[in-house]
């Protein structure tokens, strides 16, 4: 059974820091894994898609990788602002559905 | 705008009342999904259909019902609402043909069971 674990649960940085979040995943036999955004009370805002057979895909200030063999993910935001404070989710796709890791609850601070 | 709509976006419930959750696309997806979203737990699937007329249990599937009898709908059901059903309901959808392609979400129900 796949699982996705994300580390840290919980992280608050000063504006400015370049910081990394983690998701691990069990089975690498995923066809995608897919980062989101969640703001509070709102729905998911997806970031970034990368395919299996890709290493990593960049968007603006936001580039996640894949290590497939090592059943890893991360995402890398670059000089952080605090309107990127929200929870970001990953999740990974099997053929039929996605399964999402717990999020990392992010806050930027002036 | 194109996308997954949610009706209705908020609910307060009473124990053992029933309701339907409904959820439309219009960007002609095979695959949709509902979701739940507690405090702690991340999203966790509760049903899915791969095309019109299927559908699939997910992991937490107990005391839900779903329907997917047009491929634009797809239809969340609580025949007698728990207040453990309390939760965020997600509604998702993907292409069949592109397993390439991400997900596009809803901008979720709240449901409250009292």
């Known amino acids: 059974k796949q699982e996705v674990t994300q580390i840290p649960a919980a992280l608050s940085v000063p504006e400015g820091e370049n910081l990394v979040l983690n998701c691990s995943f069990t089975?690498?036999?995923?066809?995608?894994l897919q980062w989101f955004r969640q703001d509070p009370g709102k729905g998911l805002t997806s970031l970034l898609l990368?395919?299996?057979?890709?290493r990593e895909q960049t968007s603006g200030r936001l580039n996640a990788s894949l290590d497939k063999s090592s059943g890893r993910s991360t995402l890398y935001i670059a000089a952080s602002q605090p309107g990127d404070s929200a929870t970001y989710l990953c999740?990974?796709?099997?053929?039929?559905?996605?399964?999402f890791g717990t999020g990392t609850r992010l806050q930027v601070f002036p | 705008n194109a996308g997954v709509t949610q009706t209705p976006k908020f609910r307060v419930l009473k124990t053992g009342q029933s309701m339907t959750l409904l959820c439309a696309q219009d960007?002609?997806?095979?695959?949709m999904y509902w979701y739940r979203q507690d405090p702690g737990m991340g999203l966790r699937l509760i049903h899915y259909s791969v095309g019109e007329g299927t559908t699939a249990k997910g992991e937490v599937p107990d005391g839900y019902n779903v329907s997917r009898l047009k491929k634009q709908n797809f239809l969340l059901g609580l025949e007698s609402a728990a207040p453990s059903q309390t939760s965020v309901y997600f509604c998702?959808?993907?292409?069949?043909?592109?397993?390439?392609?991400?997900?596009?979400f809803g901008s979720g129900t709240r449901l409250t069971v009292v």
């Open positions: 960007m002609n997806h095979e695959y």
């Open positions: 998702a959808s993907s292409p069949l043909a592109r397993l390439d392609y991400g997900y596009t």
């Open positions: 089975d690498s036999a995923i066809y995608n």
């Open positions: 999740a990974v796709r099997d053929p039929d559905k996605l399964i």
């Open positions: 990368i395919q299996s057979s890709q």
